[in-house]
C-alpha cells in the first residue's frame, strides 16, 4: 500500500500544482513545469504498482502540461511513455496516445521517429483489434515517411506488409502494386537483390488469386525482363507451373506443384492461405463448366 500511496501522493501534488495560480514570482510556464514533473513521478509509481491504466493517464496529464509550455519534444516523449503503459490491456488508448506523440515528432521534423511510431499503431491494429484496414493504412503511412528519410529497407518492409494486408483484404490489384514498388527499390542493391524473387512470387500468386492467368503471365515476362535470372528460379518456375494447372483446371497437378515446393522452401501461412483460395476457385471452374 506504502507505493500505491506514493503514487496518488504525487498525482494529488501534481493536481495541486497544476491547478494553482501561481505566486508574483512564479510563472504559468514554471508552474506547469513542475506540474509535469509531477505527474512523471506519479506514472513511475503507478507502473511498480503495475496500475497501468493510472500510469498512462498520468503520463497523458505529463504530456499536456508539457504542450502547455511549448516542449515539444518532451510533450512527444511522455505521450510515448503514456502509450507503453497503455499497451497493457487498453490498445485504444494506447493508439489515440501515439497519434498524439506523431503530431509533435512530424511538427518538429522528427519523420523517422514518427513511422516507428505509426508503425507500433499498424502492430497494434494486427495484434490486438485485428483490424486490417488501418493496420494497413498505417504500414503505407510509415513507409512513407522512412522512405522520404532513406530509411529504404525499413521502408520497403512496411510497404511489403502492407501489400500482405492488401492481400487479406482481397485488394490483389493494390498488393500487386506494392510487391512490384518493393522488388523495384530492391533490384538496385546487391543486399536486397535477392529478396526480389519473393515479392514477384507474392505478386504473381495475388494475379492467379484474381482468376486472371492473363495478367499472371503478362507480368512473369515482365520480371523476367527486369531480371534475366529469374526465370530459371524455382519461384518462377513455380508461379508458371500453377498458372499452367489454373488453365487446365487441374487440381492435382496444382497440388503436386505445390507439394514440390513445400519440399524444398516451407510455406509460411499467407502462400498456404492464398494458395487454398486459388485451389478452391480452379474447382469453382471445374463444377461451373
Not at 121 to 139: P, V
Not at 170 to 180: C, F, L, N, W
Not at 183 to 212: F, I, P, Q
Not at 225 to 242: G, H, I, M, Y
Request: net charge negative.
Amino acid at each position: 500500500m506504502a507505493e500505491k500511496s506514493a503514487a496518488r501522493g504525487y498525482l494529488q501534488k501534481a493536481d495541486k500544482k497544476a491547478q494553482s495560480s501561481g505566486g508574483w514570482f512564479t510563472s504559468s510556464s514554471t508552474k506547469y513545469e513542475e506540474a509535469g514533473d509531477l505527474y512523471q513521478q506519479a506514472a513511475n509509481a503507478f507502473k511498480l504498482e503495475k496500475l497501468f491504466k493510472e500510469a498512462g493517464d498520468a503520463f497523458a496529464r505529463e504530456a499536456e502540461c508539457r504542450e502547455l509550455c511549448k516542449e515539444e519534444n518532451e510533450a512527444a516523449n511522455a505521450w510515448w511513455n503514456a502509450s507503453k503503459a497503455y499497451k497493457r490491456g487498453f490498445p485504444d488508448l494506447a493508439i489515440q496516445a501515439l497519434t498524439q506523440t506523431i503530431v509533435h515528432l512530424t511538427r518538429s521534423g522528427r519523420f523517422r521517429q514518427a513511422a516507428d511510431r505509426e508503425k507500433e499503431i499498424g502492430q497494434i491494429y494486427l495484434q490486438e483489434s485485428n483490424d486490417l484496414r488501418k493496420a494497413c493504412e498505417s504500414y503505407v503511412r510509415a513507409g512513407e515517411w522512412y522512405a522520404q528519410e532513406d530509411a529504404t529497407a525499413t521502408a520497403n518492409a512496411c510497404f511489403k506488409d502492407a501489400a500482405d494486408l492488401h492481400a487479406d483484404l482481397g485488394e490483389y490489384p493494390q498488393a500487386i502494386s506494392r510487391y512490384e514498388q518493393v522488388a523495384d527499390h530492391s533490384l538496385g542493391s546487391a543486399l536486397t537483390k535477392y529478396s526480389v524473387k519473393e515479392y514477384w512470387l507474392r505478386a504473381g500468386l495475388c494475379a492467379l488469386a484474381m482468376n486472371d492467368t492473363v495478367t499472371a503471365k503478362r507480368n512473369m515476362q515482365k520480371y523476367s525482363n527486369q531480371d534475366v535470372t529469374f526465370s530459371s528460379t524455382r519461384e518462377a518456375k513455380f508461379v508458371n507451373a500453377l498458372v499452367e494447372a489454373f488453365e487446365n483446371g487441374d487440381q492435382d497437378a496444382f497440388t503436386a506443384a505445390v507439394y514440390e515446393f513445400d519440399q524444398v522452401t516451407k510455406l509460411d501461412n499467407w502462400k498456404t492461405s492464398i494458395l487454398l483460395k486459388i485451389k478452391k476457385e480452379i474447382g469453382e471452374e471445374l463444377r461451373l463448366t
